[in-house]
């Protein structure tokens, strides 16, 4: 049996990470991938003349090099690859467009904290002050965090928080009432609620720390997409691996994680190859590894019961068209448009359990970012909706097609409405993705997209202070999406980083 | 100071802090203790509208009068295939695998389509097959089919011989009255039992009609008979399936050197041929799926030698970034030299 010091399962953007950053440290690594190309969502697919992205909006947390403090810089900076990707500068924070209200909001919000606070006065007069006391709010969380990190034991930490009210309260408020609280009025906070469909959990529930963390990281640093789509971020990892002797073998499915007194032994795969591995790090979500690939005994009560206890968020749906005109001559100024009935996040989510019900959209032209993204006189438009349900398991097969494509038409129909932009007589290719086709691509139960639900009690704060191991199996660890720092590309990478490090840190122990 | 603070205040926030991690671990405790189980749902749903590779069984041939072998089949086991009109299956004999059209519409009891003259020598093998004979398949793939809220109501079909499978079945899946306007030309063709007052045949690709309003054209054959539809309707953008094997009039032998994880291996390639039918022949373990360059199953890596491709740069059906890393997709790649590739 081959051996390697680590196994990474699943070849995504969590378990590249996680596969560069062990490389990087002289371990003989090898990541695991079922498809017969690496990169999971982080991928795109031809149609005709246009190059469709697969899942990556923005990539946020990649500010100038001067500035690394963003998680994703942070990782390709480590790795030596921030300079081997051609990025495209995200032009605008986002577009902000609600259309079943009153007094409906069309708001163009900009990148940078002060023209950010900006722009928000001038939509919603006297936001501007909580806006800034927001910003910087985002700045003491950080440097509490930081604090927290250095402080040992319980007195100490103690201290260390008292030392931090503002960032002791945040880390207890929604996003509702932390807007509340810095006196945001409610067209201000209807406003910077824009980007919650990025984490999928209602603004009553979704944690203000977190929320405010990622819109900081967006606003302050900018975002950017590679102009060669994800897959050159997956060719660039997986590159990486294989330069320093690792191996990225496709065409892989695990379909076992075998173990020997309470430990990770090795894995097997579909075709009955078998590694032996130290550690084996899982870019798949927890519910597949504890029910479909640890033999029963193996798995521990407490460990079962976490997974149970565990709620899956969105489930994606994604309808890709390439159109015959060109941004400019349809009118498509803006590269990210969040489109919603109203800001009453939690009626919001409620109505995205139901295909009759769900009009949530998140509408991205890839073209206002970078011209070339498609030929002249064409361009691209990516809508993206998640359900807060199994709803689309429930569609009988020989109607999937019809029910996804009216599904389909119909996103294009709100989206043309919100926008006044007449697209439906220019689309040349589309293609559209249920959940059923990422359950199917990925693996993901009930085609969830985004990991496990940001629940209050679930929210990434409480994950970071308790997880403090992974698994009760010893050498067993969990990176991307379904883990510990949650959905988006920039998460994804510094889970599999700080997977990679626990991982080290156990090889270092022993 | 950004919250109004103080130090009671600050107590009582600590105390909600220190709850997170006695909650969340609250939560674990009470949880269900039973074995998780994987969802049903969707990720049953997606295994019956993609089930992989499964046995089928012929039931009965019959050719018609434009020489199109019809073969019904029956799954020997689960649910009958899910697919659009117009895509096809995957069959496979020998080691090598080729799409075939479905020539029934969806709902139908199931029925392959193919010219087994003139095409693809793989086809060849449907012609020895008898009743109760077993084929494997894999469905659906291909992206050859209307797409009604792109596509609108009004759609022009067209087709050579080889094309009168994937018509037959997108005619019968959108019927006359249907919300669909369907006008079919087939070319080469004397009528078939199943064309409706819909269709009319024509001598040839030079007798193909004027586009109507808005249509959207669909075309269906040979790639030859892609190649005329495209130009006689150009710049209109025009939706093709070819059903040939791309071909090169040449016929020089070159060495592809093929690495892999199971080793290396030496393949005899012909300057005419696809790279994928070589290697394919020579019985290397290599993905395929739609074998018109679209899902990049085949991708692998070129080392060294040089090639042609058989799409035209803007066509190019490989992805920029594998563009940059030396990416090719050998089925539409003919060999140029002495070449070595790494999968």
Same mark, same amino acid.
């Given at each position: 049996m081959k051996h390697y010091d680590a196994v990474v399962i699943g070849s995504g953007v969590g378990g590249l990470a996680a596969g560069a950053v062990l490389a990087k440290n002289g371990l003989n690594v090898a990541v695991l991938e079922?498809?017969?190309?690496?990169g999971g969502v982080a991928n795109s697919f031809r149609r005709g003349r246009f190059e469709f992205e697969?899942?990556?909006?923005e990539l946020c947390g990649f500010g100038p090099p001067e500035n690394p403090v963003g998680s994703s810089r942070r990782v390709l900076d480590a790795l030596g690859l921030s300079d081997r990707i051609e990025w495209a500068r995200v032009p605008e924070a986002y577009r902000l467009i609600t259309f079943a209200?009153?007094?409906?909001i069309d708001a163009v919000m900009p990148f940078g904290t002060r023209a950010f606070a900006d722009a928000l006065e001038s939509y919603a007069p006297g936001s501007r002050g909580p806006a800034e006391k927001a910003f910087a709010l985002a700045g003491e969380i950080r440097r509490a965090l930081s604090d927290l990190g250095r402080a040992s034991g319980p007195e100490e930490k103690r201290a260390c928080l008292l030392s931090h009210p503002d960032f002791l309260r945040a880390a207890g408020l929604s996003v509702d009432e932390g807007l509340r609280q810095l006196g945001m009025p409610e067209r201000g906070a209807d406003i910077m609620k824009g980007y919650w469909a990025y984490l999928f959990t209602d603004c009553s529930e979704l944690s203000f720390l977190h929320y405010l963390n990622m819109v900081n990281s967006y606003i302050e640093l900018g975002s950017v997409i590679p102009k060669n789509r994800s897959l050159e971020l997956t060719n660039a990892f997986a590159g990486y691996i294989r330069e320093r002797g690792g191996d990225v073998l496709t065409d892989s499915e695990v379909t076992r994680i075998m173990c020997e007194g309470g430990a990770v032994r090795g894995v097997r795969t579909r075709s009955g190859a078998e590694y032996a591995a130290d550690g084996v790090v899982c870019n798949i979500s927890p519910l597949s590894v504890y029910? =479909?690939?640890?033999?029963?005994?193996? /798995?521990t009560a407490f460990d079962r019961k976490k997974t149970n206890a565990r709620e899956l968020s969105g489930r994606g749906f994604c309808v890709y068209l390439g159109l015959d005109r060109s941004a400019r001559e349809l009118g498509?100024?803006?590269?990210?448009y969040f489109i919603y009935?109203?800001?009453?996040t939690a009626s919001q989510y409620r109505s995205a359990g139901s295909t009759a019900t769900n009009l949530i959209q998140n509408t991205v032209c890839q073209n206002a970012a970078d011209?070339?993204?498609?030929?002249?006189g064409t361009c691209i438009l990516t809508m993206t909706t998640l359900f807060?349900?199994? /709803?689309? *398991?429930?569609?009988a097969p020989e109607d999937y097609h019809a029910e996804k494509d009216a599904f389909a038409a119909r996103m294009i129909s709100v989206f043309e409405k919100a926008t006044g932009i007449s697209i439906s007589h220019h689309i040349e290719e589309m293609e559209v993705a249920a959940p059923q086709t990422f359950a199917r691509y990925i693996g993901s139960p009930e085609g969830a997209?985004? *990991?496990?639900k940001a629940a209050s009690w679930d929210s990434i704060l409480a994950r970071k202070l308790m997880d403090?191991?992974?698994?009760?199996?010893?050498g067993l660890y969990f990176a991307g999406?379904? *883990?510990?720092? =949650?959905?988006g590309y920039s998460s994804a990478m510094s889970s599999g980083m700080d997977a990679a490090e626990r991982l080290l840190g156990r090889r270092d122990a022993r | 100071m950004i919250f109004d603070t103080d130090a009671k205040t600050a107590e009582r926030d600590l105390g909600k802090f220190l709850s997170l991690t006695r909650d969340r671990l609250e939560r674990f405790e009470k949880a269900d203790p039973g074995k998780p189980q994987f969802p049903g749902g969707v990720n049953e749903s997606q295994l019956v509208l993609h089930p992989g590779e499964r046995p089928f069984r012929l039931l009965k041939k019959e050719t018609s009068p434009n020489g199109v072998l019809f073969a019904h089949i029956a799954p020997s086991s689960g649910a009958a295939p899910v697919f659009r009109a117009g895509q096809q299956a995957r069959v496979r004999v020998r080691g090598v695998t080729r799409p075939v059209f479905f020539a029934s519409a969806p709902g139908e009891p199931p029925c392959l389509g193919v010219?087994?003259?003139?095409?693809?020598?793989?086809?060849a093998f449907l012609d020895a097959l008898s009743a109760g004979d077993e084929l494997t398949l894999n469905a659906?793939?291909?992206?050859?089919?209307?797409l009604p809220p792109r596509d609108g109501a009004d759609i022009l079909l067209l087709s050579d011989r080889t094309g009168l499978p994937a018509v037959r079945s997108i005619s019968r899946a959108f019927p006359?009255? !249907?919300p669909t306007n369907l006008r079919v030309f087939c070319a080469g063709c004397v009528p078939e039992?199943?064309?409706? !007052?819909?269709f009319t045949a024509v001598?040839?690709?030079? !007798?193909l009609p004027e586009r109507s309003g808005n249509e959207r054209v669909f075309v269906c054959g040979s790639d030859a008979f892609s190649e005329a539809a495209r130009e006689r309707y150009s710049p209109v953008f025009v939706r093709s399936a070819v059903t040939d094997d791309p071909k090169r009039d040449r016929t020089e032998l070159f060495t592809c050197t093929v690495f892999s994880p199971e080793g290396e291996t030496a393949v005899p390639c012909s300057a005419g041929e696809t790279l994928l039918s070589s290697l394919e022949r020579a019985g290397v373990r290599i993905r395929s799926n739609c074998?018109?360059?679209?899902?990049?199953?085949c991708r692998c890596r070129l080392v060294s030698g040089g090639v042609s491709f058989r799409d035209p740069e803007d066509r190019d059906p490989r992805r920029r970034a594998d563009i940059r890393e030396g990416i090719i997709h050998p089925c539409r790649v003919f060999p140029d030299s002495d070449i070595v590739i790494e999968l």
């Open positions: 079922k498809n017969h190309c690496p697969i899942s990556l909006h209200e009153d007094s409906p029910s =479909l690939l640890l033999e029963e005994g193996d /798995v498509l100024e803006n590269y990210s009935p109203d800001m009453d011209e070339e993204a498609s030929p002249p807060s349900s199994d /709803v689309w *398991g429930g569609v997209i985004y *990991g496990y403090g191991k992974d698994s009760d199996i010893r999406g379904f *883990g510990m720092n =949650l959905n | 010219c087994v003259d003139g095409q693809l020598e793989a086809f659906p793939v291909g992206n050859f089919y209307i006359p009255g !249907s039992p199943f064309f409706d !007052s819909r001598p040839d690709a030079g !007798s074998v018109d360059g679209t899902c990049g199953f």
